[in-house]
T-cell receptor, first 114, second 114 residues
Framework: QQQVKQSPQSLIVQKGGISIINCAYENTAFDYFPWYQQFPGKGPALLIAIRPDVSEKKEGRFTISFNKSAKQFSLHIMDSQPGDSATYFCAATRTPSGNTPLVFGKGTRLSVIA | SAVISQKPSRDICQRGTSLTIQCQVDSQVTMMFWYRQQPGQSLTLIATANQGSEATYESGFVIDKFPISRPNLTFSTLTVSNMSPEDSSIYLC???????????FGPGTRLTVT
């Protein structure tokens, strides 16, 4: 299975700061890159996703930056809040994803402290 | 988006028994997937459940151990057979539907085998 490498494994950020999580992929056929947020005891929730035809996508405090040439993408959480404390997973697939499962990174445990 | 429910939410089972996990989606979906997630770990794909055909299993997972049914476009079951303590994990159902690339997850079933 093609890998998606995610870093860091854990992250501690002060309230109001910027959280940055990075992912790198190998398969150049991947063309859909979602991020999932998972709270303890819950299933992963789709947070934001990007296609490689744009370099950035923003939804509220969450932004994905995408670098196709470097095969890297990152999640930025602006004005991080304690409620953002969760595990974040990046993923990738080639569309139509209905036929191709997502490949997940290993996850980043984010702690936002007051 | 699709809303996915799973039953049971958790169970404690004895070694050698089997448990069937149900996954219900609130709308017709193209593909359904079953994942396993160890506490604090990433998601591992078990199989893709195809409506009207046999499930497609990933390396390391076999039909005799994890039989899957997909009788219609909104429902699937995963059975964990002849359980051992190593099967203790969280089992997650997910789905994609129609023309959407988006994949949504159920809340998971937390299985403990004693």
């Amino acid at each position: 299975q093609q890998q998606v490498k995610q870093s860091p494994q854990s992250l501690i950020v002060q309230k109001g700061g910027i959280s940055i999580i990075n992912c790198a992929y190998e398969n150049t056929a991947f063309d859909y890159f979602p991020w999932y947020q998972q709270f303890p005891g819950k299933g992963p929730a789709l947070l934001i996703a990007i296609r490689p035809d744009v370099s950035e996508k923003k939804e509220g405090r969450f932004t994905i930056s995408f670098n196709k040439s470097a095969k890297q993408f990152s999640l930025h959480i602006m004005d991080s809040q304690p409620g953002d404390s969760a595990t974040y997973f990046c993923a990738a697939t080639r569309t139509p994803s209905g036929n191709t499962p997502l490949v997940f990174g290993k996850g980043t445990r984010l702690s936002v402290i007051a | 988006s699709a809303v996915i429910s799973q039953k049971p939410s958790r169970d404690i089972c004895q070694r050698g028994t089997s448990l069937t996990i149900q996954c219900q989606v609130d709308s017709q979906v193209t593909m359904m997937f079953w994942y396993r997630q160890q506490p604090g770990q990433s998601l591992t794909l078990i199989a893709t459940a195809n409506q009207g055909s046999e499930a497609t299993y990933e390396s390391g997972f076999v039909i005799d151990k994890f039989p899957i049914s997909r009788p219609n476009l909104t429902f699937s079951t995963l059975t964990v057979s002849n359980m051992s303590p190593e099967d203790s994990s969280i089992y997650l159902c997910s789905a994609t539907g129609g023309d959407s690339y988006e994949q949504y997850f159920g809340p998971g079933t937390r299985l403990t085998v004693t």
